[in-house]
DNA sequence: CCGCGGGCCTGAGAGC
DNA sequence: TGCTCTCAGGCCCGCG
């Protein structure tokens, strides 16, 4: 579910609402999410004041006073509430619930437990397994042409496949892939290493493609994000952004770029559906 | 190293 | 109404 701006919202709400604040003590509610919750999870929680929270990719990444780092992943279906008052029946799924000092509830609810929660050193952030090989962040004042075409450099794949390897570029899933090809012009089965560079600059479609993902990122973030069915903020607040889908969901639907008169189709690319508009995505 | 296909889970919706 | 099937915003793993 959750792509870089929902995850944002999420960040930017918790960010709000939890700096400064102490967690008094949590609860898991299974053995796991994606993986077992680790022996000394619970201990490293509890009694933490939260300093910062930052973002990389998908991953939240929520800072504890003391040196350690919470990193939650939010999978397909992982939502994060807050509840202000008594801890009333939990529901089901709400696998980790948080109890602040102030008598807040901060719930982690998750059907599908595709997400996660690791703590780890702050330190060690840069070197983690993963969040140390993510590519380079797509929201950032310096991903230009230049990052993407370096980042697209020698990839066999097609580009949408491209876009969704969060070594090439952090935190595009699905939606925003397809809707920044799009507002590129960019068909999604042309291979990646195609658009990188031409006589060592970066071609004309790389030079659309990556301030293209960077203004569709950036106007999702400010619609709080996209809510299909279950994605919401801590506070409730759904995303208004699926209003602005020119491809997503629309298979069968006219294209919405002015003077285009294409149908948008839907089709398969590595197991997940593409949408795009085979009129104005030609190459 | 790279790309691909299967698997992990539950719930919603379509079709019968 | 209820059953079965397919699909969903993501990522890890093993294989070639």
């Known amino acids: ?10 960040r930017r709400s918790l960010e709000t609402q939890c700096v400064g604040s102490v967690v008094l003590d949590a609860q898991l509610n299974c053995p796991g999410l994606r993986w077992p919750f680790q022996d000394d999870f619970l201990q490293r929680l509890e009694g933490c004041r939260i300093s910062k929270l930052d973002r990389r990719g998908k991953y939240l990444l929520v800072h504890l006073e003391g040196g350690d780092a919470l990193i939650v992943h939010l999978g397909m279906s992982g939502t994060i509430t807050i509840f202000d008052d008594g801890p009333g029946q939990l529901r089901p799924h709400d696998h980790v619930v948080i109890t602040m000092e102030d008598g807040r509830l901060l ?4 059907p599908r437990r595709f997400g996660s929660m690791e703590i780890v050193s702050a330190g060690d952030l840069e070197s983690h397994r993963v969040i140390g090989r993510l590519g380079p962040e797509p929201v950032a004042a310096d991903f230009d042409a230049f990052v993407l075409a370096t980042a697209l450099q020698g990839r066999r794949c097609s580009i949408k496949s491209a876009l969704l390897n969060q070594h090439v570029v952090a935190g595009v899933g699905n939606i ?27 071609t004309p479609r ?52 002015s003077g285009c008169s294409g149908v948008i189709r839907i089709f398969t690319q590595q197991g997940r559906s593409t949408f795009a508009c085979p009129r104005c995505q030609r190459s």
Do not use: Q, W
Not at 107 to 110: G, S
Not at 176 to 202: D, F, N, Q, W
Not at 221 to 230: M, R, V
């Open 176 to 202: 925003y892939a397809c809707e920044a090809l799009h507002r590129a012009r960019i068909s999604p089965r042309v291979l990646a290493g195609s658009l990188a560079t031409s006589s060592g600059k970066p």
């Open 1 to 10: 579910m959750p792509e870089l701006p929902e995850v944002e919202t999420v």
């Open 206 to 257: 790389c030079r659309r493609l990556a301030p293209a993902i960077k203004s569709i990122l950036l106007s999702a973030i400010a619609a709080g994000g996209s809510t299909l069915k279950d994605f919401a903020a801590p506070d409730g607040a759904v995303g208004a952004y699926p209003s602005s889908f020119r491809v997503y969901g629309r298979d069968g639907l006219r294209c919405r770029r």
């Open 107 to 110: 719930i982690y609810n998750d």
